[in-house]
Each structure stands twice: as structure tokens, then as C-alpha cells.
């Protein structure tokens, strides 16, 4: 087994400050208690059902995000899935082609960002592979081109893009 370079998880906490659907969740958590609160009981317990409906989402987020663990090592990014029936996949970094960061205002704030993985692995083949609230994205994100970079040239891989002249 290789060594392990790094493990990481989304960041829960980065979603729930980084992203509208978190601060949105939020908002819908201290509504309902600020309802509750301020009709001192008129509505009866009605708005508790709004904080009970973001503690919802969030334990749902919490889960997501515990589910998934992802691990790199100089030859490989790991993928671990799921709680009852897990599941390991892994993408050989020589097969990257492709890493992509995208990040909003609010990301940015919070420290996350989303790195996008296009590869000619099968875990890739019907589309591009996305880490979703990565923590230190950025650093994470070079730190997987330069990785990339060392598998290929190890293994003396280079990759070629083909194309057609329509002309012809």
C-alpha cells in the first residue's frame, strides 16, 4: 500500500457557512426558534417544525459528509464511500487530464472550494469527478497537479489530444 499524503473530508462546517443552501439552513433553524419565542406559544409548536426541518437537513448533510473519505497518495486519490455497504475506488493520477477548482464569494470566505477531476479512469468515464467542500482547496488542488505531474513522468506518460480537421 502506498503512504498516505493526505485525508480529508468535505467540510461540514465550511458548507454550512460557505454556501447559500447552509446559511439558508440556518436561517430556517433560528426562524423557527425566534417564531417559537417571540408568539411566546400562540402558533403553538408549529414553528419548532422549521428548526426540526434544518436539524433535518443538517444531520442528512452530516451523513453525506461522513460517508465519504478521501485519501491521496503519491500514485492514487482514494475514494471511500458509504456507511452500511462501503465502497473503494481509486483514480490513478497519471490518468488525470484535468483539475478544475471552482469556488463562490461565500467559499471563498469559508475557506472551501469544489476540486473537479476529469480522468480517463472508468471512476471518470461518463463524466468528471467532484470533491465537493474541500477544505483548503487550493493548496490541495496544486498539491494534486504536482502529484500528477510526478506520476506521469515516472511512469513516462504523456498525454496527446486528438482531433479532426473538418476540412479533410
Do not use: H
Request: charged share 25%; hydrophobic share 45%.
Amino acid at each position: 500500500m502506498d503512504q498516505v499524503l493526505d485525508t480529508f473530508r468535505s467540510s461540514l462546517g465550511g458548507w454550512f457557512w460557505g454556501t447559500a443552501a447552509g446559511l439558508g439552513t440556518l436561517a430556517l433553524g433560528l426562524l423557527g426558534i425566534g417564531l417559537t419565542v417571540a408568539t411566546a406559544g400562540d402558533w403553538g409548536a408549529w414553528p419548532l417544525l422549521l428548526t426540526l426541518a434544518a436539524a433535518a437537513i443538517f444531520a442528512f448533510k452530516w451523513l453525506g459528509v461522513m460517508s465519504s473519505l478521501y485519501q491521496v497518495t503519491p500514485e492514487r486519490l482514494i475514494l471511500r464511500q458509504g456507511i452500511f455497504m462501503k465502497s473503494i475506488d481509486e483514480v490513478e493520477l497519471y490518468r488525470v487530464k484535468d483539475i478544475r477548482m471552482d469556488f463562490s464569494l461565500l467559499n471563498q470566505m469559508a475557506g472551501i472550494g469544489n476540486i473537479c477531476l476529469i480522468s480517463s479512469d472508468e471512476t471518470t468515464r461518463t463524466g468528471e469527478l467532484v470533491l465537493r467542500n474541500v477544505p483548503r482547496a487550493q493548496q490541495r488542488r496544486e498539491e494534486l497537479r504536482r502529484l500528477v505531474d510526478t506520476a506521469r513522468r515516472q511512469r513516462g506518460v504523456r498525454e496527446m489530444d486528438m482531433f479532426r480537421d473538418p476540412e479533410t
